[in-house]
């Protein structure tokens, strides 16, 4: 803290207490107020009283003080409050008052208020003077400074504006965020019945201009639900709770049918209660769980008439085998035991022939129902396996030919392309009455092509009846995300193309994956 300015002139030159009149001198001194004056406050020294100096903890003697070791005075935390009244003075001058603290040299602080006043000459020259009073003994005084004061509504104002940034900010961002929202979203004021906003995935999704839906009543669209639907739902929300994935039904673009699950989130948005609604598109998962369900059915019935095949082949063939080889084996063991041993030898060698035929019949269904060939094998060697099948079974002659270079599929995908290329090749058997067919496979880094053709009797495509055989097998086409092409002609053929996307990087990990 500076040591105080004093002694070095007299009072009376530097405006000091032998220019105040001796009755106003002794009203200030009896009023308990300090008093300090100078003819120029940019001079080195102000004159202080007794009053004055015992204020600040100055010796009684002293009379005058130096502007800077009057600020040192001052208590750190109100000496900007003090400061900024000061500047008022200028360029002008005027007339403040402040309450603040002094702190004294000896470490104690005195709560004091000071009112100033000062005058700005044409010579440069300041003329100054202040009063001020100790109010720190005041009983139940709580009042805080006027510094103190002043610096809180600062800092308050100062958070206000602060806090007005952020608002501003934050909504900015929810606006990009809103209108770059890729859902469909609108923001709905149910009390108004008003579309407050709507982004433009909404306004694309229902393929209208934002002047056909912002600013207008809810009642005034068609693409929304009626007002009592609407404000039925929005009093099903939960009041402190979102309500989520709502299924309505809703008119897309042009009208077509959509189902959306709408999602709905209170907001207030300039004092006003508003809803925020988001709509997701499940038309085409809706689409495709039917489809899914379809073909599940399907599936089934395939299922069902498989294991009446199956039945079919055991009781109609294997189990009359069985039945042959039973009765052969007891004749001949009971023309063994007449003797007529000829006879008997004759009903073994029946027996035997019977035996085989039953075991080439358990042979062969075992084969048809998981073909040996598959778990190890490209697709190509499992359909030259199976020309050769078909040629022993049926005198089918089928040439397969290998279009590409060939590498291994996926072992789901690899076995369902064999059994709908075998199931297309009985087609071939049972309706196409030929005796050649040809199968072509092609390959490259991002789709399979298998062509199954014959020159039978062929079909006309566009006839339902002519394509049921074949409906499934488009569907299990597609569960691959992969497609069907059917062209024929009655006495022109049949040629089927079978068209299925695949990564073959991803096929080469899934079957490393599989061997390992």
């Given amino acids: 803290m500076s040591d105080p300015q004093q002694g070095s002139r007299p009072a009376d030159e530097n405006?000091?207490?032998?220019?105040?009149?001796t009755l106003l001198r002794l009203a200030i001194k009896a009023a308990g107020l300090g008093y300090a004056?100078?003819?120029?406050?940019?001079?080195?020294?102000?004159?202080?009283?007794?009053?004055?100096?015992?204020?600040?903890?100055?010796?009684?003697?002293?009379t005058t003080l130096s502007p800077y070791a009057w600020l040192d005075l001052i208590h750190p935390d109100d000496l900007a409050g003090v400061l900024a009244l000061t500047e008022r003075l200028r360029p002008d001058g005027g007339a403040f008052t402040a309450t603040f603290r002094l702190v004294r040299p000896d470490g104690t602080t005195r709560r004091v208020v000071a009112s100033g006043a000062a005058t700005f000459n044409p010579d440069g020259r300041v003329p100054f003077a202040s009063l001020m009073q100790d109010i720190t003994d005041r009983a139940?005084?709580?009042?805080?400074?006027?510094?103190?004061?002043?610096t809180r509504i600062r800092e308050r104002?100062?958070?206000?504006?602060?806090?007005?940034?952020?608002?501003?900010a934050a909504r900015d961002r929810f606006r990009t965020l809103f209108h770059n929202n890729p859902i469909p979203s609108v923001i709905y004021n149910p009390a108004e019945d008003c579309v407050v906003d709507a982004n433009a995935a909404f306004l694309r999704f229902f393929g209208l201009p934002a002047g056909r839906v912002v600013g207008r009543a809810g009642a005034d669209l068609d693409i929304l639900l009626d007002e009592a639907s609407r404000q039925s739902i929005v009093a099903a929300m939960p009041p402190d709770a979102a309500l989520q994935n709502v299924e309505l039904p809703l008119p897309g673009a042009g009208g077509e049918p959509r189902i959306v699950l709408v999602s709905l989130e209170r907001l207030e948005l300039s004092g006003q209660p508003c809803v925020l609604a988001g709509l997701v598109d499940i038309t085409a998962l809706k689409q495709t769980e039917a489809q899914v369900r379809r073909m599940a059915s399907q599936l089934s019935l395939a299922e069902q008439a498989e294991r009446r095949r199956i039945a079919a082949i055991l009781h109609d063939d294997l189990q009359q085998r069985l039945y042959a080889l039973q009765v052969h084996l007891a004749t001949t063991v009971a023309r063994a035991v007449r003797g007529e041993y000829s006879a008997a030898a004759a009903e073994a060698e029946r027996t035997r022939v019977l035996l085989d035929e039953a075991l080439e019949v358990t042979r062969n269904l075992s084969v048809d129902i998981s073909p040996p060939i598959l778990p190890g094998e490209s697709l190509y060697h499992a359909l030259l396996?199976?020309?050769?099948?078909?040629?022993?079974?049926?005198?089918?002659?089928?040439?397969v030919q290998m279009l590409t270079s060939w590498r291994l599929l996926p072992t789901g995908l690899r076995v369902a392309l064999f059994q709908i290329v075998r199931e297309l090749l009985f087609n071939v058997v049972k309706h196409a009455g030929a005796d050649a067919a040809t199968v072509m496979l092609a390959q490259d880094d991002t789709r399979v092509t298998l062509v199954v053709a014959d020159t039978g009797v062929g079909f006309d495509p566009t006839a339902a009846k002519s394509l049921g055989g074949l409906y499934q097998t488009r569907r299990r086409i597609e569960l691959f995300g992969g497609r069907m092409d059917v062209a024929s002609r009655p006495n022109g053929g049949t040629t089927v193309t079978l068209i299925i996307p695949v990564n073959i990087e991803e096929s080469s990990?899934?079957?490393?994956?599989?061997?390992?």
């Fill in 509 to 516: 990990e899934y079957d490393q994956r599989l061997s390992s």
């Fill in 157 to 168: 104002t100062a958070q206000l504006e602060a806090a007005n940034v952020s608002l501003v």
């Fill in 385 to 399: 396996w199976l020309s050769s099948r078909l040629l022993e079974q049926f005198g089918l002659h089928v040439n």
């Fill in 37 to 62: 004056h100078t003819d120029n406050l940019r001079g080195p020294a102000m004159a202080i009283d007794s009053t004055m100096a015992e204020m600040a903890g100055l010796p009684p003697d002293a």
């Fill in 140 to 150: 139940g005084d709580e009042t805080p400074p006027l510094v103190e004061l002043e």
């Fill in 15 to 21: 405006g000091g207490q032998n220019d105040i009149p």
